[in-house]
């Protein structure tokens, strides 16, 4: 009877302690379909910013973080009704102020991408010293800027529209246009998908001009009332953020994705 005494003694006191320092569980989502930074692959998450997150979630044990992959549009309606804790990889906007943008985790570019001969001569202006040659875009999206768009309808420019990386780029590859205007990382990792599967000898493409850049956050709620836990989180995410960028662990990643 004493040894069974004893037993409860010690146990409850670790029972209680284990439910008092359980780890906080949190749902993060994500764009689930914005590769190579952030998309779903065999029903799982990866991409850049994925593999960036996971690393720095796996070294804050007071918490118990799950990734979701979601469409991008279900995110920002999520944070923006307060119903989401966080959100990745928004861009700073001033139309989204129901998020928080402490600290960038990389710098995404656009730029222009284009037949080796078309570079033969420095073109580092955009987008006067693309004009007069057939600049290819993915369809509906706005990347070139405000004077690339007067320049399209001035006739100075030849805009030639596809759905996707991959066919433009095989367009850029065939000759049937002179550059293709996206995503730097995302060109770089479709011509290296498109290495892989035999449609791309791994040379003959060559990055133009520099668009634009922006940078690519994990987005907060502001409701720190909801969400108790909060500015803890934040402490925890921003000191191993900053580790991975001094050890150059982030680069490390974007190269898996690019080389």
């Known amino acids: 009877m004493r040894k069974f005494l004893l037993t409860l003694s010690i146990g409850f006191p670790l029972l209680f302690s284990s439910n008092l320092y359980a780890a906080q569980s949190v749902k993060v989502m994500a764009d689930e379909a914005y590769p ?4 779903k692959q ?51 906007r001033e139309d989204r102020p129901y998020m928080d943008y402490t600290a960038p985790i990389l710098a995404e570019e656009s730029a222009a991408y284009c037949d080796e001969k078309i570079l033969s001569k420095a073109r580092p202006k955009w987008p006067e010293d693309y004009y007069n040659l057939r600049i290819g875009n993915n369809s509906g999206f706005a990347v070139g800027g405000a004077v690339f768009d007067r320049a399209v309808q001035d006739g100075l420019i030849k805009l030639s529209e596809a759905k996707g990386n991959a066919k433009n ?34 040379s ?15 987005g ?35 190269k898996k994705y690019t080389q």
């Not at 190579?36 to 998309?39: D, G, K, L, V």
């Not at 690393?55 to 995110?75: C, L, Q, S, Y």
């Not at 502001?222 to 995410?237: I, N, P």
């Open 36 to 39: 190579p930074y952030s998309y």
């Open 169 to 202: 780029l095989l367009k850029l590859i065939n000759g049937r246009i002179d550059c293709y205007i996206n995503d730097a990382l995302s060109i770089e990792w479709e011509l290296n998908q498109l290495k892989q599967k035999g449609k791309y000898k791994g």
């Open 220 to 254: 907060f709620t502001k409701k720190a009332d909801k969400y108790t836990y909060l500015e803890k989180f934040k402490e925890q995410y921003h000191k191993y953020l900053d580790e991975m960028k001094t050890n150059g662990e982030i680069d490390k990643i974007i």
């Open 204 to 218: 003959g493409i060559v990055r133009g001009a520099t668009i634009s850049g922006e940078f690519g956050y994990l």
């Open 42 to 92: 065999d029903g799982k998450m990866t991409g850049i910013y994925t593999d960036v997150l996971s690393v720095i979630f796996a070294k804050m044990t007071d918490f118990n973080i799950k990734i979701e992959g979601i469409p991008w549009k279900r995110g920002l309606k999520s944070m923006e009704a307060g119903d989401g804790f966080a959100l990745y990889p928004p861009y700073k």
